[in-house]
Nanobody
């Protein structure tokens, strides 16, 4: 069974940086898009960034210019480099990897990693 293992979360002061990683426990066939979502207390989960199989990226307006998503297909890994962090970036961050294999679409989710930014 595929599991996505996240790492890199933690506590940082405003203006600092963190790098999140998300790796699949086993090889995923037909990997398509990858992405990162976040959920703050009392709020809905929101898309932070996504990257297509061709490398096209998409960012939430609130993180444009500060966050960078990248992927390593050989390692089944997606990264999120977060710079100039703000207290409002505090949330649990979840990665996702989409698979489209023989017409079957599956979205895998990570377990979530806490990011806390203090002012």
């Amino acid at each position: 069974q595929v599991q996505l293992v996240e790492s890199g979360g933690g506590w940082v002061q405003a203006g600092g940086s963190l790098r999140l990683s998300c790796t699949a426990s086993i090889r995923i066939f037909g990997i398509n898009a990858m992405g990162w979502y976040r959920q703050a207390p009392g709020k809905q989960r929101e898309l932070v960034a996504s990257i297509s199989s061709g490398g096209t990226t998409n960012y939430a307006d609130s993180v444009k210019g500060r966050f960078t998503i990248s992927r390593d297909n050989a390692k089944n890994t997606v990264y999120l480099q977060m710079n100039s962090l703000k207290p409002e970036d505090t949330a649990v961050y979840y990665c996702n990897i989409d698979s489209l294999n023989w017409g079957d679409f599956i979205r895998y989710w990570g377990q979530g990693t806490q990011v806390t930014v203090s002012s």
